[in-house]
């Protein structure tokens, strides 16, 4: 009796519910085309700003399903300096934050190049510049072998206790599994765009093809075949944040459909589920990107690079209460220095001290304390 549906007889031959997915195709399919048309008015330093903020949040995302945190700074100055904008603030980025960077934008700019086995290896060795992941030596650039892999299972618990979620493909069939998946997937056929992304996404995490990195590299093919979808390197909604959000449901999901029949419907409804609300959350991207838009307009000149970089975190949303050490630190100036920078920002009425008071003086933007009166 088969375990898992690779070990299926008419493996990877999906089916689906066509009649099933229409209406919720069509919705998010609609959704999609407005979002798109609305973007393509908005301009291209919009455009560009929207591009980052979807990117950075997309590769930090991304990371967090499997537990790991990226520095979002290192992130945005990777993307920006790749995509040759000039904003305030550019900090260095270490060459695993740069790996991972390269592997997102090389799926989304390029888009419309072949996916190979030579391109899944260079991503999957820019993950692992060190050959490690954490502490453990592993095949990098390279499918795994069964030299200490198989079985490759998934598996969750302590010692002696562990649970086995999924066991991929052995390794001496991964050629031959990677040949029919590519061969697929840079073929044109008769297969919804978005569709074909969330096929994509299950057949190559099914496959788990590398000894580590491999949910990142599908979410990354899924984003280029969304790219496809799009027509555009111009990223405006973000899957794995939307993913984070359900991480849980989102293992829970896979297993389901890794044990079960090649009837993948349940898995393509929840994946157009999840794309559904990747669309409705854009309104909070372009809303942060119309408003810092707006901000400059009115307030471009004689700001320093210091000033410009904590005025963008303000805009970005900052994480608990702004005061001058805190400005100190993050500028990476002189406590004096900040205390200078505050004090022009409240004399030009861009700042003002947050009115709760307390021991520590606390700073503001003018037209935040206006919105919350």
């Given amino acids: 009796?088969?375990?898992?549906?690779?070990?299926?007889?008419?493996?990877?031959?999906?089916?689906?519910?066509?009649?099933?997915?229409?209406?919720?195709?069509?919705?998010?399919?609609?959704?999609?085309?407005?979002?798109?048309?609305?973007?393509?008015?908005?301009?291209?330093?919009?455009?560009?700003?929207?591009?980052?903020?979807?990117?950075?949040?997309?590769?930090?995302?991304?990371?967090?399903?499997e537990g790991e945190i990226l520095d979002q700074d290192q992130v945005r100055s990777s993307i920006a300096r790749r995509l040759g904008m000039d904003i305030a603030g550019l900090v260095p980025a270490d060459r695993h934050v740069e790996g991972v960077v390269e592997m997102m934008l090389d799926a989304t700019q390029n888009y419309q190049a072949p996916l190979t086995d030579e391109r899944l290896f260079a991503w999957h060795a820019a993950m692992f510049p060190t050959g490690r992941s954490g502490m453990q030596k592993i095949i990098v650039g390279n499918w795994r072998n069964n030299s200490k892999n198989d079985p490759m299972q998934v598996v969750s618990g302590a010692m002696g206790k562990e649970k086995v979620h999924f066991q991929a493909p052995d390794a001496d069939v991964l050629n031959d599994e990677m040949r029919s998946f590519l061969k697929w997937f840079n073929a044109n056929m008769d297969v919804d765009a978005v569709i074909k992304a969330a096929i994509a996404h299950l057949w190559f995490v099914t496959i788990h093809p590398f000894e580590d990195g491999n949910g990142r590299i599908a979410r990354a093919i899924t984003d280029m075949q969304l790219a496809?979808?799009?027509?555009?390197?111009?990223?405006?909604?973000?899957?794995?944040?939307?993913?984070?959000?359900?991480?849980?449901?989102?293992?829970?999901?896979?297993?389901?459909?890794?044990?079960?029949?090649?009837?993948?419907?349940?898995?393509?409804?929840?994946?157009?589920?999840?794309?559904?609300?990747?669309?409705?959350?854009?309104?909070?991207?372009?809303?942060?990107?119309?408003?810092?838009?707006?901000?400059?307009?009115?307030?471009?000149?004689?700001?320093?690079?210091?000033?410009?970089?904590?005025?963008?975190?303000?805009?970005d949303g900052f994480e608990g209460k702004l005061n001058s050490s805190k400005w100190a630190k993050i500028a990476r100036c002189s406590s004096d220095t900040a205390l200078r920078d505050i004090t022009n920002l409240l004399q030009r009425g861009i700042l003002i001290k947050e009115p709760s008071g307390g021991r520590s003086t606390h700073y503001l933007l003018q037209e935040d304390a206006s919105s919350s009166d």
């Fill in 228 to 315: 496809r979808a799009d027509n555009s390197v111009r990223r405006f909604y973000s899957m794995s944040a939307q993913i984070r959000k359900k991480r849980k449901e989102y293992y829970s999901m896979l297993e389901e459909t890794q044990k079960g029949k090649l009837d993948i419907t349940r898995w393509l409804t929840w994946f157009l589920n999840c794309f559904d609300h990747a669309l409705s959350a854009t309104d909070e991207t372009l809303r942060i990107v119309i408003r810092k838009a707006r901000f400059w307009e009115k307030h471009s000149a004689d700001l320093n690079d210091r000033q410009r970089l904590m005025i963008n975190k303000l805009l």
């Fill in 1 to 65: 009796m088969s375990n898992y549906i690779h070990q299926l007889k008419d493996w990877p031959k999906f089916k689906w519910d066509q009649e099933q997915l229409t209406r919720l195709l069509i919705k998010v399919r609609v959704q999609q085309g407005r979002l798109l048309g609305r973007m393509e008015g908005m301009g291209f330093s919009l455009q560009a700003e929207a591009t980052l903020q979807t990117l950075t949040l997309d590769v930090m995302k991304s990371s967090e399903i």
